[in-house]
């Protein structure tokens, strides 16, 4: 059974019904799901997926105690030689979960870098993703390089900018679409 990578935004605490469909979509077919330990979107995602008695869940997280775990489910602790607190300790978590899962669920407010670090990751590694981007109410399939564009395309000129310069969105875009690197998205 493929594992599920589910996470989204920080900043979004409720769930659209449709993003709380797929979510019982997943547990209904008993596949395996792994989530973050954050506030905001990860622990609503774990509010969910106690409320459909989801089972077969582990909660990762950096550290020795996970931030919320609502089920009661498996742990899994991942290592971090990066400060306490900082983005690149956190990140240590994200990366380990897209290597885990076959494939991701994504809840993104168009903003967020976390999320779509999350979605690189997994595309990088050939993975697929769907994202439903929130204020569109729209889902988004991510299977190649191309599909970046379009899921670039509903970042606002102020959200493009921090991306870039959190997390070099410009540059991944470009490696992971094939396209010149000196490219203004």
């Not at 997943?26 to 954050?38: C, H, K, L, Q, T």
Request: net charge positive.
């Amino acid at each position: 059974m493929q594992t599920v990578f589910i996470a989204g935004s920080i900043k979004i605490k409720r769930l659209h019904p449709l993003f709380v469909e797929r979510i019982a979509n997943i547990v209904r077919e008993g596949m395996p799901v792994i989530v973050g330990d954050a506030n905001g979107a990860d622990a609503s995602i774990q509010a969910e997926l106690l409320a459909q008695s989801a089972s077969d869940v582990t909660v990762f997280c950096t550290g020795e105690m996970p931030r919320n775990n609502l089920g009661d489910w498996k742990v899994h602790r991942v290592k971090s030689s990066a400060q306490p607190g900082t983005r690149a300790y956190f990140t240590a978590k994200d990366i380990e979960m897209a290597e885990r899962a076959e494939f991701g669920l994504m809840l993104w407010d168009a903003a967020s870098t976390g999320t779509l670090s999350n979605v690189f990751e997994l595309l990088s590694q050939g993975k697929k993703s769907v994202v439903f981007v929130n204020r569109e109410t729209k889902f988004l399939n991510v299977k190649q390089g191309g599909d970046v564009l379009d899921l670039v395309s509903f970042m606002s000129d102020g959200a493009r900018k921090t991306a870039d310069r959190k997390i070099r969105l410009g540059e991944r875009v470009s490696q992971l679409a094939g396209i010149q690197s000196n490219m203004a998205i």
